[in-house]
């Protein structure tokens, strides 16, 4: 294992190349992973990049599910990622079993069933279709329009969406644990501040923190609406790893958090495990890899499939 930083990023270029793999690495990831990677973006950037590599290798630098993701699209192909428990409270909101068990407990509700990309191959397969916060609206609105909507298993994504759409749905109470930290009385706090700040967050926030907010999307959304804003000063709500990007895409805006007291930004424990030695040594090792049994990839990939049909 290489000591320096400058010599483990080299490392992992060589072994990179040697086993012909391709980086891809989420928004929330830390700098240093940024830098190196192929290709940096939101779930749905980073599905349609898994779709469409002729790499050998998949080194897939966020949590499991976007991983499994990953290896759902290729199953010829090897999809490592650094840490195994790198998971997200969303997938482990809705348990696949537990959906299974409730969707044949309302089985005469005929539901046509939606789920965020933040859950596990089994509720995949078990879905109609699937969405990410940059294609939730877009799918939404073109579910059928005679069939009840179960949204899995995000509720605050859900409830925007509904907002967005105008289409009711029934919502799984799941939630992200880093989202619904933030409070309106810390943006206010931090607005009270910054009089003049545009504010920008993720719809995985709850309806009081996204009713202060300019703009609610997506984590690749967040790029050009940084970008285009007129506002000097963004107050940036969601995880702080997209700071990383947006600094480097939008190096003319002051992003808060700034020197304040209330962060605006907070870190996902689980996309925090990653790090530069465990990749290289997934590169290198070519473990830890996804497996599934090929029956459930078949189910999961229906689904996703359609989603990127859809968007
Ligand atoms: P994005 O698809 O917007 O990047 O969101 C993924 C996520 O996990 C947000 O917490
Ligand atoms: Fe899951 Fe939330 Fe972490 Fe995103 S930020 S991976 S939704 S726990």
Redo the contacts with the bound molecule.
């Keep these: 294992m290489p000591t320096t930083s400058l010599d483990l990023k080299k490392e992992i270029l060589r072994v990179k190349k040697e086993r012909n793999a391709i980086i891809l690495a ?2 929330y990831q830390v700098g240093p992973i940024q830098d190196i990677a192929d290709y940096v973006g ?3 950037g980073l599905a349609r990049q898994a779709q469409e590599t002729d790499a050998d290798v998949i080194a897939f630098c966020g949590v499991h599910f976007m991983a499994e993701t990953a290896k759902i699209l290729n199953p010829k192909k090897t999809v490592v990622l650094p840490d195994r428990d790198a998971g ?1 409270s969303l997938e482990t909101s809705c348990p696949g079993p537990v959906l299974e068990k409730y969707l044949e407990d309302n089985k005469e509700k005929n539901y046509y069933v939606i789920a965020y990309i ?1 859950c596990s191959a089994h509720v995949k397969a078990l879905c109609d279709v699937i969405c ?3 294609n939730a609206v877009k799918i939404v609105n073109q579910a059928p329009a005679d069939r009840p909507i179960l949204f899995v298993p995000d509720a605050n994504l859900g409830q925007w969406v509904m907002e967005q759409t105008g289409r009711k749905m029934d919502l799984w109470q799941g939630s ?1 644990y ?2 619904v930290e933030f409070t309106r009385e810390s943006i206010q706090k931090i607005k009270d501040e910054y009089p003049d700040a545009a504010v920008v967050a ?1 719809p ?1 926030c709850t309806q009081a923190v996204r009713l202060l907010a300019d703009e609610v999307c ?3 959304k967040m790029i050009a609406f940084c970008q285009d804003s007129p506002s000097k000063n963004i107050i940036v709500v969601t ?1 702080s790893g997209m700071l990383n990007r947006l600094r480097k895409e939008a190096p003319d805006k002051n992003l808060i958090p700034g020197p304040t007291d209330h962060c605006a930004c907070a870190d996902c424990k689980f996309m925090k495990m990653n790090t530069l030695e465990k990749l290289y040594d997934c590169i290198n090792d070519l473990t830890p890899t996804v497996e599934m049994d090929d029956d459930l990839r078949l189910r999961a990939e229906k689904s996703l499939l359609l989603m990127l049909e859809q968007s």
């Design positions: 989420h928004n939101d779930s749905l997200c933040n990410t916060s940059g992200c880093v989202h993720h995985e997506s984590t690749e995880e």
